[in-house]
């Protein structure tokens, strides 16, 4: 119960009373806050992450009332793919925020500084304290990435960097650039635009005094014809026969296959059953309620055994494909090629290298290193086979 006690500024010692009604609102606000923080530092020492979730996580509540955080889709793959990237140190920060927007991802650049920094991906949770430095403990949510990618990640993201990125169009129409030699001189080719009147033409060419000049899109184009040429080996056909063989699948096609025919038999019986509840309903030896049960039940068995029909023949299906994949027939590979972000082309390039150029007619070999030679080869030499 309040009591008004209104204040006679006509006195002098009133002003002491109203300096009284004015600091204790205020101090009943501040201790407030200092248990709003502690009670915060508390659940962070526990392990808990009490503020709203950063992005790719959502809060959840648990059944028995603790507040935690878990992963939400698809932000928290883009998220792990963003790590992954920089961790690599061939983008700079921005082209990387750049892709995950494409991706998905949206966000402002200055938030997506702070995502790249936030240990609660990691799943440290970084506590605050006046009297001591900040330090980390290990939260109970389910981290995105491993602490090592995270700390490799920061160091990259925190080391001054001489040369963070070259042009996205260069890396990507270049990337044979290292790698062809010049028929001339013998040495690498770089590769550079030259300025049209109306546009820009990509070539390949030497250093120095050397005018050796290759069109580049045309290579490109050669390498990733000779590259779909590339199939499984018949020894990596037999080794896939092999796999196959272990996993039993003829055993396992005649069992699914004699559980489909019980699930066919049993649809047969309850397509029957209601056609015998219709007839001695219509017959009048069937009351319009226990028709309408015994055709309920029917409908329900029915949509039972037509779902697990569905699954059996899936389970067949692939089956089927998991024989064709063990049989004689080519299996063409590396046709996403072009589709491969330039990271990937010049790490595919250095296992595959193109030798032997024709660069007048595009002609080229390739040489397959570490365990690609045992398991590629092209179609003209699988049919010599």
Known sequence: MEIDQPIDFSVPESTVMLAVYLSVPEAENSRRAMNTANGIRRAKQMGRYPNKAPLGFINLTTVDGKKIITPKQPEASIIRWVFLQLAKNIHKIEEVRKMADGKGLKCSRSYFFRLIRNPAYCGLISIKNESIEQYKVKGIHEPLISQALFHEVQKIINTKRRITSQRDDLKATFYLRGILVCPLCYRKLGGSFSRGSTKRYPYYHCQKRCKTRINALFLNECYEHKLRKLVLSN???????????????????????????????????????????????????????????????CHVNAKCLKRELNDINVKLERIDKQSLLGSRSFVSILKTFPSLDTANKKHLVSLITPLNVDFQTGDMSLELFGGLSKILSTKRQSKKQ
Do not use: C, P
């Open 235 to 297: 020894v990596a056909m037999d080794l896939f026969k092999s796999i196959l063989e272990d996993w039993n699948t003829g055993t396992l096609k005649a069992m699914y296959l004699q559980h489909r025919n019980l699930v066919v038999r049993e649809l047969i019986e309850q397509e029957s059953t209601l056609s015998q509840a219709r007839k001695l309903f219509v017959a009048d030896v069937l009351k319009s309620d226990d028709y309408s049960t015994v055709k309920r039940e």
